[in-house]
């Protein structure tokens, strides 16, 4: 279920005003009146105060006209969708609301079926509005925790070269895509298994499970913003058969499954 939005109106004329509030079907569009103002520079103050999501506005109002109201709530950090009422039919004012984001222009006498339509599609503008800066807030989670990740591409400081690392490295970044184990990089680099943990566990501060596992993730990442390839696929191409072990794992790393990643960050 939608959140419930504020509405503020912003009519000079009584009846008309009173006549919004009682009649529309607020409820129905999850939409609550929480004030009324008879004049412009009142409503401004109001709007200020009480931040509402939807501002229902007379263009010509005592003190300040609407128009000039939204022009000066321009610079508000969460300025509201403004939908302007006029008994004028000049294409100036509709031109000037346009101008000013406003997202209705509805004619006196108000027909309460076109004021409904357009706080539908208001209402449905601030939820998409909504969704994507929930979408934009998980990326930048997600790009945060990636930048914690190691840089697994880039070349290993001089100081690990004399290791077995950098060539164990070498091949993850190689053969990542198959099944690969400590002991069989080992037995080919001539140590032991447990030595070769150990320079995973001392140069790069991971062990050889968690290494490979970081550099599978951060490739499964990228393949799948391209969304050409399906999760499944993608699950190969990084070297899980298993489908749902490779959703665990993702899961784990990124706080939500491949295919919400896969969506843009939606959380369903």
Request: hydrophobic share 35%; charged share 30%; proline share 4%.
């Amino acid at each position: 279920m939608n959140s419930i939005l504020k509405v503020l109106v912003v009519e000079d004329e009584d009846v008309l005003r009173k006549g919004i509030i009682v009649t529309t079907q607020w409820e129905k569009l999850h939409l609550r009146v929480i004030g009324e103002s008879d004049n412009g520079s009142d409503g401004e103050v109001m709007v200020r105060k009480l931040n509402p999501d939807i501002v229902i506005a007379d263009i010509a109002m005592p003190g300040k006209d609407g128009l000039q109201m939204i022009k000066d709530l321009s610079s508000m950090k969460n300025t509201p969708e403004f939908i302007i009422i006029s008994g004028h039919p000049e294409f100036s004012y509709a031109q000037k609301a346009v101008e000013y984001g406003v997202k209705g222009y509805i004619l006196k006498p108000v027909n309460p079926e076109e004021l409904y339509s357009v706080l539908a599609r208001t209402v449905e503008s601030i939820e998409q509005k909504k969704n994507e800066q929930s979408i934009e807030k998980k990326l930048e989670t997600l790009e945060g925790r990636m930048q914690k990740v190691p840089i697994l591409t880039d070349p290993l400081p001089s100081d690990y070269r004399e290791s077995y690392v950098q060539d164990a490295v070498s091949i993850i970044e190689k053969h990542y895509s198959e099944h690969l184990k400590a002991s069989d990089i080992a037995q080919y680099l001539g140590i032991s298994e447990r030595g070769l943990i150990e320079h995973f566990k001392t140069y790069l501060g991971y062990t050889f499970l968690e290494y490979l596992t970081t550099y599978r993730m951060n490739k499964a990442s990228f393949l799948l913003k391209e969304k050409t390839l399906t999760v499944y696929q993608v699950a190969e191409k990084v070297g899980y058969k298993d489908y749902r072990y490779f959703c665990k794992i993702f899961k784990t790393h990124f706080a939500m499954t491949p295919l919400e990643y896969k969506k843009g960050g939606m959380s369903t």
